[in-house]
């Protein structure tokens, strides 16, 4: 049997076994082509009915039967941050951002480069510890759309409630919870999603969004820069990533085996609930970096009591065959991404290690 890590990557991350097996299996020859799926043209059948069906497949998951279209990008979620301005932040119209932390400082950042912006709420002076509150926010009246960053990886916090905004577009980036729980997709004009932590391999970004707000880009955009331009050709105006294109459609298939969102939300808050019970039953050992209410099912963050002691955790866990734990760069502590695809026995090993951890070190 393969030896598989504990893999609490943040991204890219743990894959379903099953679908690298899958994989594996048509590597070479793809559904008796005689040639893998990554030697073939993207203006073939063969490749094209892949396509279409991972679009398809993204749709009924994601709940809608209507009125939105499915691209599939490049260049990353970080490539929305600057492409969503630039196709809807036009002449005489502001940006609304909801400042949760590093991801939607970075997609502010960019939509600044491009015109004007707004800043609706904000958790900066809590350290981004929290979701701020959202039910009633004043937008400027010539507001272009509300971003939002439904899941801070790094933070990790993640919206239980979105906000409301009437016409104008709710948008969000979904890099890092998305088809994770069951939510109205409706509700969004659009949302994207960098696929390397739900979806599948990096390399393609999953752009959802109601025709309207991407059938015309301003003519002053290039091409490739035009949500436009994707949606006209089917995601196939350039030469798709064909083999991530591929990869998704498989974890796609792995989701409606677990039963669906239903099937993956209930495990998803069972590894979570696993985890956060671990911390908050450690008589302080262990201490959850965010606001309760706001705790990510997605990116679990924990702290001990000095950075010192946080090293020893880290070095033991790696020694354990745990991968991942240790926080992003810049604020440290500790994290276990515990996406779509890390099984419950990983959760369960590592609550089983960080209970053994704090016996032989409180
Ligand atoms: N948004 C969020 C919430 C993310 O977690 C990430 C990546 N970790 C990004 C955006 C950037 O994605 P990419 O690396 O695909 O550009």
């Known amino acids: 049997m393969t030896k598989r890590a504990y893999n609490f990557n943040a991204g ?8 690298l097996e899958r994989a594996q299996a048509e590597f070479v020859d ?14 073939g059948a063969v490749y094209e009915s892949v396509h279409h069906e991972a679009q398809e497949r993204l749709l009924k998951l994601l709940g809608i039967t209507e009125g939105y279209k499915v691209l599939f990008l490049q260049g990353g979620a970080s490539t929305q941050f600057a492409m969503l301005p630039f196709n809807l932040l036009t002449e005489g119209k502001t940006a ?20 004007q912006t707004h800043v609706a709420a904000s958790s900066e002076e809590d350290k981004y510890m929290r979701i701020p509150d ?11 759309y509300l971003h939002v960053t439904s899941n801070e990886t790094i933070e990790g916090t993640q919206y239980q409630q979105y906000p409301e905004t009437g016409s104008i577009p709710l ?6 919870d998305i088809l994770s729980r069951n939510i109205d997709i409706k509700q969004f004009g659009m949302i994207y999603a960098g696929a390397q932590k739900n979806l599948g391999p990096s390399g393609i970004t999953v752009v959802v969004a109601r025709e309207e707000l991407v059938s015309s880009s301003p003519s002053t955009i290039p091409t490739m ?32 085996e677990q039963g669906g969102i239903d099937g993956v939300e209930r495990q998803n808050r069972e590894k979570a609930s696993l985890l956060y019970q671990t911390i908050d039953e450690s008589a302080g050992f262990y201490q959850g970096c965010v606001h309760t209410d706001d705790r990510s099912i997605m990116n679990v963050t924990f702290r001990l ?6 090293k020893k955790f880290i070095k033991a866990s790696e020694e354990e065959g745990f991968v991942g734990l240790k926080g992003h760069r810049s604020v440290g502590g500790l ?28």
């Open 12 to 19: 890219p991350a743990a894959l379903p076994l099953a679908v």
């Open 134 to 144: 959202v039910s009633r926010l004043e937008l400027p009246e010539n507001t272009a």
């Open 30 to 43: 793809f559904r008796g082509t005689g040639m893998s799926i990554m030697e073939m043209s993207h203006r």
């Open 171 to 176: 948008i969000a980036d979904m890099s890092s």
């Open 96 to 115: 609304s951002y909801v400042k949760t932390g590093s991801w939607a400082d970075k997609a502010l950042k960019e939509a600044k480069l491009i015109g």
């Open 305 to 310: 009591q000095s950075e010192e002691l946080e």
């Open 335 to 362: 994290r276990a991404s515990i996406y779509n695809a890390v099984p419950y026995e990983s959760c369960r090993a590592l609550t089983d290690f960080m209970d053994y951890f704090r016996k032989t070190n409180g």
């Open 225 to 256: 820069l035009r949500y436009d331009t994707h949606v006209k050709n089917n995601s196939l105006y350039n030469t798709p990533p064909s083999f991530s294109v591929y990869m998704v459609n498989e974890v796609l298939k792995w989701i409606e």
